[in-house]
């Protein structure tokens, strides 16, 4: 059973301050990876992709690969309010494509404070 | 502007019913998906179809079934509805072989079964 593993939260940050989102998966085999933004009672929205050990910034968010450890997570700079959602990790076993399935896991939840 | 719409948006029926939802892309793209989101489950994957005529099965798929008549449709299909049923449904799209594996999500359904 391929898993993905995110801590529930709720993550409490207040506004202006970094979140750190974290995010492990099973199958080490896995090329690329993404954070999803969902917002209560929302769908699902792409926040970003990653696929290559390092960073990837854009704009406020950066995601952090670490393929070796079998870690991602991402990372919320000068957070606000309109940040708090819940936060999806999936994992998709094929660099290219965007046929294949995605793994998700359940999700953290940011809370950001006034 | 092209989208993903999923009818209806919420829906009540009774334990034994057949129920159908359904999920309309104007994308044009080859690979549609539907999850069920639970409490504590996250996003599962029910079933999906790389294209007319594919169809798959996810990790629960049992209960549930769909078929691909052309490009822009995936209907679900609950054969006899059951309380575990009950849950948030959510379909999705990709673009195939190009594109960067986003899924883009639609609105979801609320389904309750009685």
């Known amino acids: 059973q391929k898993e993905v593993e995110q801590n529930s939260g709720p993550l409490s940050v207040p506004e202006g301050a970094i979140a750190s989102l974290n995010c492990t998966y099973s199958d080490r085999g896995s090329q690329s990876f993404f954070w999803y933004r969902q917002y209560s009672g929302k769908s699902p929205e792409l926040i970003m992709f990653?696929?290559?050990?390092g960073d990837k910034e854009d704009g406020r968010f950066t995601a952090q690969l670490n393929k070796a450890s079998q870690y991602v997570s991402l990372l919320i700079r000068d957070s606000q309010p309109s940040d708090s959602a819940t936060y999806l990790c999936?994992?998709?076993?094929?660099?290219?494509?965007?046929?294949?399935?995605?793994?998700f896991g359940t999700g953290t939840q940011l809370k950001v404070e006034l | 502007d092209a989208e993903i719409t999923q009818s209806p948006r919420h829906k009540i029926t009774e334990t034994g019913r057949q129920v159908t939802l359904a999920c309309h892309q104007t994308?044009?793209?080859?690979?549609m998906f539907w999850y069920r989101q639970d409490l504590g489950h996250g996003l599962r994957l029910i079933h999906y179809?790389?294209?007319?005529?594919?169809?798959n099965k996810g990790e629960v798929s049992d209960g549930y079934s769909v078929s691909r008549s052309n490009t822009e449709d995936l209907p679900l299909t609950l054969e006899s509805a059951a309380s575990s049923q009950t849950s948030v449904y959510f379909c999705?799209?990709?673009?195939?072989?190009?594109?960067?594996?986003?899924?883009?999500f639609g609105p979801g359904t609320r389904l309750t079964v009685l």
């Open positions: 179809s790389y294209g007319v005529h594919d169809t």
């Open positions: 994308w044009n793209h080859n690979n």
């Open positions: 999705a799209s990709s673009e195939y072989p190009s594109g960067e594996n986003e899924q883009f």
């Open positions: 999936a994992v998709n076993p094929e660099l290219t494509g965007g046929g294949n399935k995605l793994t």
């Open positions: 990653i696929y290559s050990n």
